[in-house]
């Protein structure tokens, strides 16, 4: 419910002039990723998260990001592409687990993937955010559920909640930029600020709006997914 809550105040948020988000498909699958789950298919418009100077040099296709997403939780796979570079990828694996991150090999990687691993824990307490990105009623050092009576958390969060409930989400990422002479600096670009500070502040914002999704059924979600969808299509409209 979290989850599905915050994708879909994300794509509400993604706005200005030439940009939007499109949902293509939204439907339930079967024998796929993870057994059986909800299978999505969305198309990001950046048009106005770059120069416009560098934004009128690219085609249309450059300016376009898909990702096709499998949700059967605890675990979930997501895929990002873009139209124009052929040799880009981006592929994010999560299990969903009822522990503080103790589990060294959820994904059974062989000795060789491991290997290449390079183990990374985002602590949405201690980690710092840049000046540009903070927010107070973000921070789960100043926040405090309503509904809950949970937080403010402390420095010690993880020690005092380790008897529960926790939950750890266990991501796999992968990057794919396969062009020579820039392929190692993209990628770990990628890694450092498009995936670890994205979930950085994402995480920090499932705890901070937790009581605008606590109550939520998978009824309720469905529901928002519609009227977020509609809203969406209007918009690319104009």
Known sequence: IQRLFLQKKS???S???GSGVEILANRPYSDGPGGSGQYTHKIYHVGSHIPSWFRALLPKA?????EESWNAYPYTRTRYTCPFVEKFSIEIETYYRPDAGQQTNVFNLSVAEKRQRILDTIDIVRDPISPGEYKPEEDP???RSVKTGR???GDDWLEVAASGPLMCAYKLCKVEFRYWGMQSKIEQFIHDVGLRKVMLRAHRQAWCWQ????DLTMEDIRQLEEETARMLAQKMAK
């Open 151 to 153: 937080g403010p958390l």
């Open 15 to 17: 706005s200005g002039e």
């Open 62 to 66: 450059a300016l376009q990001v898909e």
């Open 211 to 214: 009581d605008e999704w606590t």
């Open 141 to 143: 050092k100043l926040y």
């Open 11 to 13: 794509r509400e948020e």
